[in-house]
């Protein structure tokens, strides 16, 4: 299965508890970055399991109970707009990540994270382009980090229903740029990322 590749690359030298880690809301333009750790059994049957971002918001709700009941160990973790705006979105991210792994009650062998960029866990770690569709562990880790942020942007939606967080979960869309035309910037905003606010109203982007 395609899905098992690096773990089963792993599995043949020797290492037998992986952990896979992946990210959500990097690239919106409020709310927090999350990240989640998992570590799954070896060829556990997750029917559908894939990248988050190829799954429906349905889909991925129905899987988020299955891989927590049927993961070894996981952990989600966040960093809020204030470590963003402190570290950078990419600093924020690596220090999301690490409470993520550092959650967990198991320690694994080895970490595989998406991307190509991974932070000190204290213990060894192997970074995987497009990992979230090669490696059932990050794809795992893809679901819980998706949908527990989303959740959260419903949340916010509540407290903030003037930006439609609960439709664009804070992604830069045309509508949710015209909301901060008529509004501005909540708490929740991320202010670095909002500096040509006016250069992006009203042109569309997404």
């Known amino acids: 299965m395609a899905v098992w590749e690096f773990e089963t690359q792993e599995r043949a030298a020797g290492r037998t508890l992986l952990c896979g880690v992946d990210e959500a809301g990097r ?13 799954l059994p070896f060829e556990v049957e997750i029917p559908g399991l894939n990248d988050s971002k190829k799954l429906s918001e349905a889909r991925r709700e129905r899987l988020f109970p299955e891989i927590q009941e049927k993961a070894l160990a996981f952990s989600i973790a966040f960093a809020q707009v204030e470590e963003i705006e ?42 995987i382009v497009k990992g979230d569709a090669r490696s059932a562990s990050i794809a795992a880790a893809s679901i819980l980090a998706k949908v527990s942020r989303d959740r959260l942007m419903r949340e916010l939606d509540a407290k903030y229903p003037q930006y439609g967080f609960a439709k ?10 015209a ?14 990322f909002l500096k040509n606010l006016a250069a992006h109203a009203g042109n569309g982007n997404t």
């Open 27 to 39: 690239g919106s333009l409020a709310g927090p970055v999350c990240a989640a750790a998992v570590i």
């Open 86 to 127: 402190e570290y950078n979105i990419l600093g924020a991210t690596m220090r999301a990540m690490q409470r993520a792994v550092k959650g967990l009650n198991i320690t694994p062998e080895l970490v595989l994270v998406d991307g190509n960029r991974a932070p000190d866990f204290g213990i060894p770690a192997r970074t």
């Open 168 to 177: 664009h979960k804070g992604y830069g869309t045309a509508a949710h740029y």
């Open 179 to 192: 909301a901060l035309q008529e509004y501005g910037l909540c708490p929740e905003h991320r202010p670095s």
